[in-house]
């Protein structure tokens, strides 16, 4: 089932392909890199809703982790063939040379549950179109790094191909080594935090700490937050659908689709009041927006099963900022493709439903000299309101979520200077050893040892039959005991007879035990 893997490193994670070369240089033991993604396979032109399998993308070096003695290894086709393995193979009633329909999922862009979650299964799925290869080589037919998957159904094809296809370029989520040296030691030195999900970037005012799937992980924020020698600014992005100016209940203007942020305090007018809003002098001006304005936030919250509902809420204008410091915020919104990569506003392809005839010339003006430059800014705490999700009025309220998109990482005054390069790359090594020591560190598993101990079962059965053995012994002496105690009751009167006419006691438990016997 392993072939000759010893460890593995499998996480949902995306990290580095490299990284797989980068770990064995430095601790001499063989490591492949593989993209593993959960699939569904069915025959092109069946009925069938297809069956569940595991999509493994192997570069050539793969084969070398199969059990000797196989006889000469089956090349990994390229381009749209895939090997299927024996169980696949007969589940699907493929033979070689048929077509077979396979769904794969793409890239999460942000966790599910959020708004920007892609729901529409087109968006979620991408679809393939397969020559079956079946093949007969036992590796590959039992291969599987579960314990619990007696019977596994395998599709592989090239590495490169699959990181093409699930927009994954360069891109792996799990390391086959064989070698039983502790490889923790190569992986600390190798790691970074690109292997974790993060960008770092440096701006104006320092450098950006963002993540690929939008929301910055707990453990990083936390861990950012304790570096020796930096101060970090928290910051959160969302997209409101509406900006609106309420005047006697009314509303008398509204700029569609906009940017808001909320930073953590720092000294600075970019920080809001609770309840309150910053607007930049654009929306400000688009909007005939004084400070002491009621401005009317709306936004896409989701529902438990999935569903978009608008939430809306009432702030309180504080102040006006120059548009060019809130464009000096636009390193601080997480890239996102299908909207922060777009040309112009009209090209959007959100996860969300927009209505593209309230998009005016201005608003693609805007979007073409400020890009994400945030509109408006509120509180922190309340902009992390946002992301949570949506609650019946009558609902128990939860803990407010993280909700935190990035953070400007600054060294403290005093502290040693350094090359931007130099302060990048110790910023890097500095967050991966944080993040090493918490559950979301990358770690190698010894699945082999863990198998063997699988295969040999928790308990020693020496020991159990030893149990068994001693409790059925005691419990004949004791039914020994009892039947001897029965027959000597039920004798009491001729044993007084006998001892009454001079039978000695030797003599009498002599007849019993001849009896008894």
């Not at 039992?142 to 370029?169: G, H, I, M, T």
Request: proline share 6%.
């Amino acid at each position: 089932r392993l072939g000759r893997i010893d460890q593995a490193l499998v996480t949902r994670q995306m990290f580095r392909a490299d990284l797989a070369a980068e770990v064995e240089r430095q601790s001499g033991c063989t490591c492949v890199p593989v993209l593993i993604l959960d699939g569904h396979a069915r025959i092109a032109g069946s009925a069938t809703s297809g069956i569940a399998v595991k999509v493994l993308g192997c570069p050539p070096e793969f084969f070398s982790l199969l059990p000797a003695g196989e006889g000469p290894p089956i090349p990994i086709p390229e381009g749209r063939k895939a090997l299927v393995n024996a169980a696949l193979a007969e589940d699907l009633g493929a033979a070689v040379g048929d077509a077979i329909l396979l769904s794969i999922p793409r890239d999460a862009q942000a966790p599910t549950g959020t708004a920007f979650a892609r729901r529409a299964r087109g968006d979620s799925l991408k679809t393939l179109r397969l020559e079956a290869r079946p093949t007969q080589q036992l590796g590959l037919d039992r291969f599987s790094l579960r314990n619990d998957q007696p019977r596994p159904r395998n599709l592989y094809v090239s590495l490169a191909w699959l990181q093409e296809q699930a927009a994954l370029p360069g891109r792996a989520n799990a390391i086959l080594s064989i070698g039983s040296a502790d490889l923790t030691p190569a992986l600390a030195r190798c790691v970074r935090a690109d292997d974790y999900g993060l960008v770092l970037a440096q701006d104006r005012d320092g450098i950006v700490l963002t993540s690929r799937t939008f929301l910055l992980p707990e453990t990083v924020v936390a861990a950012a937050g304790r570096l020796s020698g930096w101060k970090a600014r928290r910051s959160s992005a969302y997209l409101a659908n509406e900006i609106a100016l309420v005047r006697d209940g009314h509303v008398v203007a509204a700029i569609p689709y906009s940017l808001v942020m909320g930073l953590s305090p720092a000294g600075d007018a970019l920080a809001p009041e609770s309840g309150c809003a910053l607007l930049n002098r654009w929306a400000a001006e688009d909007l005939g927006a004084e400070p002491g304005d009621r401005l009317r936030l709306s936004w896409y919250r989701t529902r438990p099963n999935g569903d978009l509902a608008t939430e809306g809420r009432t702030f309180s204008l504080q102040g006006v900022i120059e548009t060019e410091l809130a464009a000096a915020l636009s390193s601080l919104v997480p890239a996102y493709a299908g909207m922060t990569d777009a040309e112009q506003m009209g090209d959007w392809n959100p996860p969300f439903p927009i209505e593209l005839k309230k998009i005016r010339p201005r608003d693609e003006d805007y979007w073409q000299t400020y890009r994400t430059a945030p509109k408006l800014l509120l509180a922190l705490a309340d902009l992390q309101t946002l992301w949570q999700p949506y609650q019946e009025p009558a609902a128990t309220a939860t803990a407010q979520a993280p909700g935190i998109t990035a953070l400007r990482l600054q060294p403290i005054a005093g502290s040693k200077t350094a090359s931007a390069s130099e302060r990048l790359q110790a910023l890097d090594r500095l967050i991966t050893a944080r993040i090493a020591t918490s559950p979301l560190a990358l770690r190698f598993l010894p699945v082999r040892q863990t198998a063997l101990a699988a295969a040999q079962g928790s308990t020693d059965l020496g020991i159990l039959f030893l149990s068994l053995g001693a409790f059925l012994i005691a419990s004949a002496l004791g039914l020994v005991y009892l039947f001897f105690r029965l027959l000597v009751e039920g004798r009491a009167k001729q044993i007084g007879i006998l001892l009454a006419l001079g039978f000695r006691q030797r003599q009498v438990r002599r007849l019993l035990l001849a009896e008894g016997a």
